[in-house]
Each structure stands twice: as structure tokens, then as C-alpha cells.
């Protein structure tokens, strides 16, 4: 079973003798791919078509987790291993701003409007600007002060204008909305707050807390109104459901093992989530009843569960041996196998996938080398390979 903390996250010559790109911007054209290799030292603009970089250039530190793409996917914010937070504009591959946040980085989460950040650093949390001004800083504490914990995740929730955050010890979800008309914060019982009887705080960048009965592995925000938290404790532990809004668990499917982090998606007015267990099946539920609607037999034992909105497939990742792994195909509509992709190699974690979701790309690491696979979900067409730099990961801009 993965660590928590996965679950929930020489070159420099080169540089120079690769043309500056004037602009990048999403919708300009061609298909373009951030991608990090380089165990996390370098940075490049790929043309997925083409699978040509645009431009390549080193990161001033290596960069740890995922990168915060802004909405334009202009620019990136990227956490760095020795604490810094830098900005760097894709378009010239420049660093635009730098501060030191704070040791151990977690990970980061962008607004929706790419004017708030919220970076996690071992056992403290930060609300950066755009501009890497700190705006409020949060110690990862129980509500008295007792109970500290590492982050194990940051999220950012679109439709709620918050950010959601998970511990490795704290048996809490928080939420931190920026929002500045969200509704203010009751930290005494909930149901009561209406009587006047626990003392309210701001809800814009205040910590709503909703408490749980063991920290959760992992989780997944609903596909719909993201008002539930999908999550687990323990391997093939049963999916949990928490309301936001309410704050607290409504609902545990038993016939739901989870052993890695559930994908939930909206498709055709419904709200689904995909789970995968040891046993090798996809077990797919519905929100409102929550109840199992289709269960997929799997090849092997899933490492992940991958979608996106504008997908019309779940993707299901497996490595059926030491040299060979497999993308499988779920259609979201039908919930029926639509085909696979083999892949040569192992594969070395999540997948990312194309801005409209027609193709996945795969890092992997083969005998001779780490590199990309870029699966199409059409079967007819075959998987493509770019050889890259140490433990590569690749994200749609």
C-alpha cells in the first residue's frame, strides 16, 4: 500500500540551445504538456503532437509534488525541496517570484481564479497572493492545540471556492474558503450555532472544521456540487462519505472496499464515484442513494483510478507483472470496458491525461530508461513513447 503522503501528492546546458516560446496559453493550438522530469530538476513545454519540446530549462531547486497551474495555464506555481515556492512563467520559462515558505513541502492548491494559494509545509499551512505575499498562516492542530499533525494532502474545491485539507494524524477535514462572503465559522457543536451558542469566526480564510473517526488514506472530492468528501482510513476499508455542509460522515458503503483513492465524476445528471479494492474489481456507486450500481472485473490488482471532467472514460491503472502494465478503459456513460492500453514498463504512479481526456500519458520505467507513454483511449491508435529524464511526470496546459 502506498505511503499517505503519496497517495494524497545536467540539464541546465540544454536550455540554451532550445528557441524561447513567446506565448503559452491553453486553446493556442497544438497540444501542450508540462512536463517535469529530471527527479523534479527540469522543466519543459512539450508538444504532444509532435512529442518535440518547445522549451526546456532547469528548476532553481528540485521541485516537489504537483505543480499549481494557473487558469490560463500561463504560468506555474511549483513547491520546492528546500522549502521555496516559486513562480515561473511557461511562456519564457523565467521565474517570476520566489519565497521561502517553510521546510518539508506537502503541497499546493490554486484558486480557481489563480489569485489565492494555499501551500502545506510539514505541520503548518499558508495562504499565499498570487504574488507569494503570505496572507495567513495555520499550525496543523486540533481545534485546543493538542493534537498536531503532518498535512497529508491539499485540495482545491472549484464549486465551493475553498480549499479542503487532510492530515496524516489529525482525524479532521478542513476547509478554508476564500470566499469572502462565505458564511462565518461556529467551532462549538454544529447543530447549535443557530441558538447562539458557540462564539462564530470569519469564513473567508477561516478553518472549517469537520471531524472524522480516523484520518483518512485517501479521498476524492465529488464529481457534482462537491459537497461530499469521498475517503478511506485502512486498506479495503469501506468508503466513507462526509457533507461538507453539515460536517460529518452520512453514509458508509460496506460493499465498497477502497485501496487507492476514489475518482468521482458527474456524467448524464448523475454523481458517481469509481473504487478499487485488492480484489481486483472497479466497483462504481451512486451519490444520493449511495449505493453500488456496477461492479468491472479487472486483470489485475488497480494501482490508481483516474478521470477529469471533460473525460468520457475512467482509467484504471494496473501492472500485471515486473515488465508489463496496462491502462484500462471504463466508459462513463455505459460503465462498460471500452478497451485498454498496453504499456511496456513499470509504471510509476498517476496518470495525467489530455485536456479533452483523449489520451493519457503514463510515466514509466523501462530497463533502458524512464520516459512517457501516451496511450490513446482509442484502441486503433497506437501508444506512443518519449524518453525523458528520471521519474518524469506530465500535466494538460
Keep these: 500500500m502506498p505511503s499517505r503522503r503519496r497517495l494524497l501528492r545536467s540539464a541546465a546546458a540544454l536550455a540554451a540551445l532550445l528557441p524561447p516560446v513567446a506565448r503559452v496559453a491553453r486553446g493556442a493550438g497544438a497540444p501542450l504538456a508540462l512536463l517535469l522530469d529530471d527527479d523534479g530538476r527540469r522543466l519543459a513545454v512539450i508538444d504532444t503532437a509532435t512529442l518535440e519540446p518547445l522549451r526546456r530549462w532547469p528548476v532553481d531547486g528540485a521541485a516537489h509534488g504537483e505543480p499549481a497551474l494557473t487558469p490560463d495555464g500561463r504560468e506555474a506555481f511549483l513547491a ?39 501551500a502545506a509545509h510539514a505541520d ?32 482545491h474545491a472549484a464549486g465551493r471556492r475553498s480549499f479542503i485539507v487532510a492530515f496524516d494524524a489529525l482525524p479532521e477535514l478542513w476547509e478554508i474558503s476564500y470566499d469572502r462572503a462565505a458564511p462565518p465559522i461556529f467551532d462549538g457543536l454544529v447543530h447549535d450555532y443557530r441558538m447562539g451558542e458557540s462564539i462564530a469566526s470569519s469564513g473567508f480564510l477561516g478553518v472549517r472544521r469537520t471531524p472524522l473517526e480516523e484520518p483518512f488514506t485517501a479521498l476524492a472530492l465529488d464529481g457534482g456540487g462537491q459537497r461530499h468528501v469521498l475517503g478511506f482510513a485502512a486498506p479495503d476499508a469501506a468508503l466513507d462519505v462526509v457533507n461538507l455542509d453539515v460536517r460529518r460522515r452520512i453514509a458508509r458503503l460496506a460493499d465498497l472496499p477502497c485501496s487507492v483513492a476514489p475518482a468521482a465524476f458527474a456524467v448524464q445528471g448523475r454523481t458517481l464515484a469509481a473504487v478499487a479494492g485488492t480484489d481486483a474489481v472497479l466497483r462504481i ?41 496496462m491502462l484500462a478503459i471504463v466508459d462513463k456513460a455505459s460503465l462498460a470496458p471500452a478497451g485498454s492500453a498496453a504499456v511496456s514498463g513499470r509504471l510509476l504512479g498517476d496518470i495525467a491525461l489530455s485536456r479533452d481526456g483523449s489520451q493519457a500519458w503514463a510515466a514509466v520505467r523501462r530497463e533502458h530508461g524512464d520516459g512517457l507513454a501516451l496511450c490513446p483511449a482509442r ?14 511526470r506530465a500535466w494538460a496546459l
Excluded at 90 to 117: E, M
Excluded at 301 to 317: D, E, I, K, N
Excluded at 379 to 386: G, K, T, Y
Design 379 to 392: 484502441p486503433a491508435h497506437a501508444v506512443r513513447w518519449l524518453p525523458t529524464a528520471a521519474a518524469p
Design 285 to 325: 456507486a451512486e451519490a444520493g442513494p449511495w449505493r453500488l450500481v456496477r461492479s468491472v472485473a479487472l486483470p489485475g490488482r488497480p494501482l490508481f483510478v483516474h478521470t477529469q471532467a471533460r473525460s468520457p472514460h475512467l482509467w484504471v491503472g494496473l501492472q500485471l507483472n515486473a515488465d508489463e502494465a
Design 80 to 118: 520546492l525541496r528546500d522549502g521555496a515556492i516559486a513562480r515561473y512563467d511557461l511562456g519564457s520559462g523565467a521565474r517570476t517570484a520566489r519565497v521561502q515558505a517553510g521546510a518539508d513541502p506537502r503541497g499546493l492548491a490554486l484558486a480557481g481564479d489563480g489569485q489565492w494559494l494555499l
Design 124 to 155: 503548518a499551512l499558508t495562504v499565499f497572493d498570487r504574488e507569494l505575499q503570505p496572507l495567513r498562516r495555520y499550525s496543523a492542530a486540533s481545534l485546543d492545540g493538542k493534537l498536531t499533525s503532518p498535512v497529508a494532502a491539499v485540495f
